[in-house]
């Protein structure tokens, strides 16, 4: 370990392998960062693994956390803040998961396959997706353009060694100057993975498939229509972080979308989507050794919405006036089976079939002050109802709440500002912002829910007020040509924080367990995030990158919070020359003081992982071949992280190989 600090002091600090989006600062100043996924021409030589799952993407990110409960589907956090206080979008639509314990992030349900990229917006720079306090996510997918007839594809085949996962996918594509069709799919099949040390870790197997079709239809140069359909299920997928696995995960997503490009107008843009998706999830322990009481706990969501975007310029004004919908119904049932078949069945709602309806509107104005300034203002506000629609599920609440009503209508509301400056080589960003969240469907109305990490049954709380931040933003960078650094940092106060306070008063219903929180808000909470970022090229052919990232959350109880990371740090060397790459990455965690002893977590050692990879790149007449071959924590180090589920390890040593083979058209 020694040695590794020796290494990762000789690197110096840390930085973000993630490509910047270029734009125009006068138009987009939010403090945003863009995670490039499947541009095919980019893919195979600037991800370190080209076919990693999604997790694997965002986790380079410098504001997202992964909360791994297994090897596969892990939880983005942004800014340190769970999913119930950020937006997770899939091309701006709501998508909402059917699990009660968060084995179905909404990233799961897409594939590098069908994914161009990752946008990741911190606190209010978010809201226009809907309301948020931590952040938001939107993952965008990949699609043809209108152009020259042809057909077009691609074939990727992977293997992991650690864990025995086979990868295959592939790629037809057909265009021409009025229409195009997309058409992928992907596979996995993983078996469990070993921790270091060969040390296996049961349940963490997985498997899935993903299929995905864009079609666009150009009506005439300034109007064209779109329609998409992803297709995802997931089975036998194993969690070793939690009492249950999970044995069938299954989404359908659905789109159609409308853009308009005026002429000669103010309005540069005009676009509509309407949106359908629907997803089951079905918890299962049937597989697990001494279960003392066996249970059955299925999950539905589904998801109705639209949003219309319109976006113009006048004089120095550039605006966005954005319209949000959407309605969703979710649902969550539990039944228990005893293992004295004289004893009854036991049977509860713990989604009490709850309908969520939001109506919203967003609004932006940047103004250019002068050629190196500007100053954006955004403000939205919504319209957030929820219903009970079980009757059986309302009554069982109202046993702890015996005066509450089926409905609970909110109003939530969100303003910013930001001062960006650039000139030459420097820029800098400053903003403040104000935004309010709804308490999600578990923290109001989720009934006696087992969180594994902390040993407690939860109750929802639908008198919860709601969140509301109050956040500091700031941002500079200098960009000469050789080298870049950068240094970004955002506080949030965040009032009636929503957390889970132990109830001496009632009894828990889990076996084992250490007894009932409900739902309750502190007065406050404090959370920042900063990140630092370094890069410079040794010569022309060598690269280095560095980042440096510092968290910090504590309420008002002068307690830390829990899934605070730690001082974290990453250091890469990327060679390029011709059509050959390579890269060699040390990163790890520092100094673990943040973390919550008062809500179950434990000091983790600091750790420091070594990673390597190269490629080459073959053509072949008009097609590309590439294969790349990389091995993962190449010591074989055992640990674990802050974000890891009742300390699951991480995985160790881990040898890949991915050929990719591009056809360019035929």
Not at 39 to 59: G, H, M, R, S, V
Not at 106 to 122: G, K
Not at 246 to 253: D, E, F, H, P, W
Request: aromatic share 14%; hydrophobic share 35%.
């Amino acid at each position: 370990m020694k040695n590794l600090y020796f290494i990762v002091i000789s690197f110096s600090i840390s930085s973000l392998f993630a490509q910047k989006k270029e734009v125009d600062s006068l138009k987009k100043i939010d403090l945003t960062e863009v995670i490039l996924i499947g541009k095919q021409a980019q893919l195979e030589q600037k991800q370190f693994k080209p076919l990693a799952t999604i997790d694997e993407y965002l986790q380079q990110a410098g504001t997202v956390e992964m909360i791994k409960r297994g090897g596969y589907a892990w939880e983005p956090n942004i800014n340190n803040m769970s999913t119930e206080r950020t937006v997770v979008t899939i091309d701006g639509m709501r998508i909402f998961g059917a699990c009660t314990d968060k084995m179905d992030p909404i990233t799961a349900y897409v594939e590098v396959s069908n994914l161009s990229e990752a946008e990741i917006s911190s606190g209010q720079s978010g809201s226009c997706h809907g309301p948020t306090i931590g952040g938001s996510l939107d993952l965008k997918r990949s699609k043809s353009n209108f152009g020259t007839k042809g057909i077009n594809g691609y074939v990727n085949s992977g293997y992991e060694f650690n864990n025995q996962q086979k990868i295959i996918g592939g790629a037809l594509n057909y265009l021409n100057s009025l229409f195009f069709i997309d058409n992928n799919i992907m596979f996995r099949d993983a078996e469990n993975y070993k921790a270091g040390n060969t040390n296996e870790v049961a349940f963490s197997q997985f498997r899935k498939i993903n299929m995905s079709s864009t079609a666009g239809y150009l009506l005439n140069k300034n109007k064209y229509f779109e329609g998409s359909v992803i297709y995802d299920k997931a089975s036998d997928v194993g969690y070793p972080a939690l009492p249950m696995d999970v044995s069938l995960a299954k989404a359908l997503i659905t789109s159609l979308k409308f853009e308009y490009l005026p002429l000669n107008s103010i309005v540069n843009k005009l676009e509509t989507k309407i949106y359908y998706n629907t997803i089951t999830h079905t918890m299962d322990d049937t597989k697990r050794p001494n279960v003392p009481i066996h249970m059955d706990m299925p999950g539905w969501s589904d998801t109705y919405g639209m949003y219309l975007n319109l976006n113009g310029k006048l004089k120095k004004n550039n605006f966005l006036a954005t319209l949000n919908s959407f309605y969703n119904r979710s649902k969550a049932e539990m039944t228990m089976y005893p293992n004295d078949p004289n004893e009854n069945i036991m049977f509860m709602l713990t989604w009490p079939d709850v309908v969520t309806f939001y109506n919203g509107i967003y609004l932006d104005n940047t103004y250019a002050v002068n050629t190196n300034s500007s100053i954006k203002i955004s403000a939205g506000i919504g319209n957030h109802l929820n219903q009970i629609k079980s009757m059986f599920g309302l009554e069982s609440l109202q046993i702890f709440y015996p005066n509450m009503e089926s409905e609970k209508c909110r109003i939530l509301k969100s303003l910013a500002s930001n001062y960006n400056w650039q000139k030459e080589n420097f820029g800098f960003n400053f903003g403040l912002a104000y935004g309010e969240r709804a308490p999600s469907i578990s923290e109001a109305y989720g009934f006696y829910l087992f969180n594994s990490f902390d040993r407690f049954d939860y109750v929802g709380n639908p008198a919860l007020k709601n969140e509301q931040s109050v956040e500091g933003s700031f941002a500079i960078s200098y960009k000469p040509s050789r080298f870049k650094t950068s240094l970004t940092t955002s506080h949030f106060h965040i009032s009636n924080y929503i957390i889970g306070t132990p109830d001496s008063s009632i009894l828990p219903m889990t076996i084992g367990s250490s007894g009932v929180k409900i739902y309750n808000g502190l007065d406050y909470a404090t959370l920042i995030k900063s990140v630092f970022d370094f890069e410079t090229y040794l010569s022309n052919d060598l690269k280095w990158m560095n980042q440096l990232t510092y968290s910090y959350g504590k309420g008002s109880d002068n307690e830390n919070l829990p899934f605070i990371s730690p001082l974290s740090y990453s250091s890469k060397l990327l060679f390029k020359k011709n059509k050959f790459s390579s890269e060699i990455a040390v990163l790890g965690n520092l100094m673990h003081n943040n973390y919550a002893p008062k809500y179950g977590e434990i000091k983790k050692p600091d750790f420091a992982i070594i990673n390597f990879t190269s490629n080459y790149a073959f053509d072949i007449d008009k097609s590309k071949l590439n294969l790349k071959v990389g091995i993962e924590n190449i010591l074989d180090s055992e640990y674990s992280t802050f974000a890891d589920w009742n300390n699951i390890p991480r995985m160790g040593r881990n040898i890949f190989v991915s050929v990719l083979y591009h056809i360019n058209s035929f």
